[in-house]
T-cell receptor, first 112, second 118 residues
Framework: AQTVTQSQPEMSVQEAETVTLSCTYD???????LFWYKQPPSRQMILVIR??????QNATENRFSVNFQKAAKSFSLKISDSQLGDTAMYFC?????????FGAGTRLTVKP | GAVVSQHPSRVICKSGTSVKIECRSL??????MFWYRQFPKQSLMLMATSNEGSKATYEQGVEKDKFLINHASLTLSTLTVTSAHPEDSSFYIC??????????????FGPGTRLLVL
């Protein structure tokens, strides 16, 4: 069974600062994909970043980057230069063979 | 690219009636579509997975006769909540993925449907 754990129910950060959201997972598979999705108050799920487990290089998308530690089964998200529009629920997810499992989410608030 | 639409965005119905929700992939062929349910302040709970032209695979505890899923084409899946009751009130979200596309295993989500059963 695949499980995803997000141990930070809520976090806050000052605008323009950097914040890191934690995620750990468990799987017996060797090939899988990891994701961070953002769900703002509109409740639209938006893909933030994607990492393929067989790639050692950490994925980056503009202000968003991940720290992927395969051996430790850790997949944290770093948001640099936080903006007010980054306020949202953030879900970490793991997918293998189209079976995607989500963490419980972290509610991030960016303060002006 | 990778846009998924979902209609209606909000529906209110009387107890005992059926409600159909449509999910469409607008610019890609969705080999697999997924239906989730989300309660307030909770994560997404997978209800079922459907491949085009095949019967849906339901998660344990989800009544397949109550939540009818049809995936008749590579761009359309529907979820019908039959004989809806107040406990079926929730936020339903669909997603789609393209198995042989440039980003396999990535699910693209619709905007969701808020169902309220009176």
């Amino acid at each position: 069974a695949q499980t995803v754990t997000q141990s930070q129910p809520e976090m806050s950060v000052q605008e323009a600062e950097t914040v890191t959201l934690s995620c750990t997972y468990d799987t017996s598979e060797n090939n899988y994909y990891l994701f961070w999705y953002k769900q703002p108050p509109s409740r639209q799920m938006i893909l933030v970043i994607r990492q393929e487990a067989y790639k050692q290089q950490n994925a980056t998308e503009n202000r968003f980057s991940v720290n992927f530690q395969k051996a430790a089964k850790s997949f944290s998200l770093k948001i640099s230069d936080s903006q007010l529009g980054d306020t949202a629920m953030y879900f970490c997810a793991l997918s293998n063979n189209n079976d995607m499992r989500f963490g419980a989410g972290t509610r991030l608030t960016v303060k002006p | 690219g990778a846009v998924v639409s979902q209609h209606p965005s909000r529906v209110i119905c009387k107890s005992g009636t059926s409600v159909k929700i449509e999910c469409r992939s607008l610019d890609f062929q969705a080999t697999t579509m997924f239906w989730y349910r989300q309660f307030p302040k909770q994560s997404l709970m997978l209800m079922a997975t459907s491949n085009e032209g095949s019967k849906a695979t339901y998660e344990q505890g989800v009544e397949k006769d109550k939540f009818l899923i049809n995936h008749a084409s590579l761009t359309l899946s529907t979820l019908t909540v039959t004989s809806a009751h107040p406990e079926d009130s929730s936020f339903y979200i669909c997603s789609a993925s393209e198995f042989r596309g440039p980003s396999p295993e990535t699910q693209y989500f619709g905007p969701g449907t808020r169902l309220l059963v009176l």
